[in-house]
């Protein structure tokens, strides 16, 4: 008895299914990565998004009379365990600052995001701080004191936050925002990040702590 569907008719229905299933989880993906900052927009009093070839956005907006930028960078080095989502929470507001200062947790000196080992001087790291965030700048001299490290230090307690920078064009808060399910990462080598919007609650309080960090710098001033 013949079958009921022959089997070069059968594999190339097959195929067809399996194109139109990626062309919809492409699209899919494409406009999950294009909204990922949508959730965060009313937290500004203007934002604009600009499309990255990454297919996340950049957005950029005002909160409390400040500028601020948000990027999503995903990380897929195959060196990693997993792949990574990073967000970029930065403050350009220029400060009275002529030294970089970077607090980067757990740094492997492969974060695609940082100029954190090209920084000639490290620090030890205070007491206030987790033992494994490192130090580094290019001018000891000219640092913030260690109290107003301190009055922060308690950042790093979220293990998400991966890097604390500030410098004399601003600051700047990265997080881990996601990480690639490791299931479908070892078995498929599917590294899908972004599917749903950063939550409001995850960003609000970095940006409240950009404010708080830019006005204790501002009066603290560069001793000169």
């Given at each position: 008895?013949?079958?009921l569907v022959p089997p070069g008719l059968?594999l190339?229905?097959?195929?067809l299914w399996l ?15 294009a ?6 927009r009313?937290?500004?009093?203007s934002?604009?998004?600009r499309?990255q ?5 950049r957005m950029t907006?005002?909160r409390g ?9 995903p990380d897929?080095?195959t060196?990693r365990k997993?792949?990574?989502l ?6 350009p507001e220029?400060?009275p ?6 607090l980067?947790a757990r ?19 205070p007491?206030e701080?987790?033992?494994d965030v490192a130090i580094?700048?290019d001018?000891?001299t000219?640092?913030?004191?260690p109290?107003?490290i ?8 979220d ?5 604390l920078?500030?410098?004399p064009?601003?600051?700047r ?5 996601e990480?690639?399910d490791?299931g479908?990462?070892l ?6 990040m972004?599917?749903?919007?950063l939550?409001?609650s995850?960003l609000?309080p970095l940006l409240d702590?950009?404010a708080?960090l830019?006005?204790d710098?501002t009066?603290w001033?560069d001793?000169?």
């Amino acid at each position: 008895m013949s079958p009921l569907v022959p089997p070069g008719l059968a594999l190339a229905l097959l195929w067809l299914w399996l194109a139109l299933r990626l062309a919809r989880e492409s699209h899919a993906r494409t406009i999950a990565r294009a909204a990922y900052f949508d959730a965060v927009r009313p937290l500004f009093q203007s934002a604009e998004n600009r499309l990255q070839p990454t297919g996340f956005p950049r957005m950029t907006g005002r909160r409390g009379g400040l500028a601020f930028d948000l990027q999503a960078i995903p990380d897929t080095l195959t060196f990693r365990k997993l792949p990574a989502l990073w967000v970029l929470v930065t403050l350009p507001e220029p400060l009275p600052l002529h030294a970089t200062l970077d607090l980067m947790a757990r740094p492997s000196g492969n974060e695609p995001f940082t100029r954190f080992a090209a920084l000639p001087q490290s620090l030890p790291t205070p007491p206030e701080l987790p033992r494994d965030v490192a130090i580094r700048t290019d001018d000891t001299t000219r640092i913030p004191p260690p109290d107003l490290i301190a009055a922060h230090a308690d950042l790093f307690h979220d293990p998400r936050v991966k890097e604390l920078v500030l410098s004399p064009r601003g600051l700047r808060i990265v997080i881990l925002a996601e990480e690639a399910d490791r299931g479908r990462y070892l078995i498929f080598r599917e590294a899908e990040m972004g599917r749903m919007p950063l939550p409001p609650s995850r960003l609000e309080p970095l940006l409240d702590r950009l404010a708080a960090l830019r006005q204790d710098v501002t009066a603290w001033g560069d001793p000169r």
